[in-house]
T-cell receptor, first 112, second 113 residues
Framework: DTEVTQTPKHLVMGMTNKKSLKCEQHMGHRAMYWYKQKAKKPPELMFV???????INESVPSRFSPECPNSSLLNLHLHALQPEDSALYLCASRGTASYEQYFGPGTRLTVT | GESVGLHLPTLSVQEGDNSIINCAYSNSASDYFIWYKQESGKGPQFIIDIRSNMDKRQGQRVTVLLNKTVKHLSLQIAATQPGDSAVYFC????????????FGKGTHLIIQP
């Protein structure tokens, strides 16, 4: 199974809402990532988890809160977002054998 | 600082022709590159990679060329098909790969019938 799954596929939330994005992989990968992708732009790294520990936070605002409950799951908790946070949020994972990252289909987030 | 960039934002080719997508990088220490394909509404999909100790690597219908002298790499797609329509990104693993990918700006490949 070389699949990374993400839920929900689409999410619309107000600026006062709290929501969570979920990511799951069963490839035994111990590195997992969150990227943000605006329209017609490349993905931009947000967070890196290595062996369930946060190793990189690319100066992401605290209204985004990542969590790695176990080696297969990665969450992104959202609170008090702004309309400019509307984007495609991509999850990826990587094994130790190569630098290739496997990406999920993304969650299309709209903040109203 | 490190950057990975593309020369052209859009490339339009006739079906059946070969496509060449270019990418420039600035960090001489970069030793590994990946090409990703992203179709509309999907996440990036790995196409091919190359290490800096190689000049060329071939896959199925794709070839990546690396010129370390001018810090340039290219992706060649042979006999372009409608299914090749997508945005193509070159990417560079930061600091050995564990720290995430830095993507180039992307080239939108459009296939004309």
């Amino acid at each position: 199974d070389t699949e990374v799954t993400q839920t929900p596929k689409h999410l619309v939330m107000g600026m006062t809402n709290k929501k969570s994005l979920k990511c799951e992989q069963h490839m035994g990968h111990r590195a997992m990532y969150w990227y943000k992708q605006k329209a017609k732009k490349p993905p931009e790294l947000m967070f890196v988890y290595s062996y369930e520990k946060l190793s990189i936070n690319e100066s992401v605002p605290s209204r985004f809160s990542p969590e790695c409950p176990n080696s297969s799951l990665l969450n992104l908790h959202l609170h008090a977002l702004q309309p400019e946070d509307s984007a495609l949020y991509l999850c990826a994972s990587r094994g130790t054998a190569s630098y290739e990252q496997y990406f999920g289909p993304g969650t299309r987030l709209t903040v109203t | 600082g490190e950057s990975v960039g593309l020369h052209l934002p859009t490339l339009s080719v006739q079906e059946g022709d070969n496509s060449i997508i270019n990418c420039a990088y600035s960090n001489s220490a970069s030793d590994y590159f990946i090409w990703y394909k992203q179709e509309s509404g999907k996440g990036p999909q790995f196409i091919i990679d190359i290490r800096s100790n190689m000049d060329k690597r071939q896959g199925q219908r794709v070839t990546v060329l690396l010129n370390k002298t001018v810090k340039h790499l290219s992706l060649q797609i042979a006999a372009t098909q409608p299914g090749d329509s997508a945005v193509y990104f070159c990417a560079d693993p930061q600091r050995g790969g564990a720290d995430g990918l830095t993507f180039g700006k992307g080239t939108h490949l459009i296939i004309q019938p």
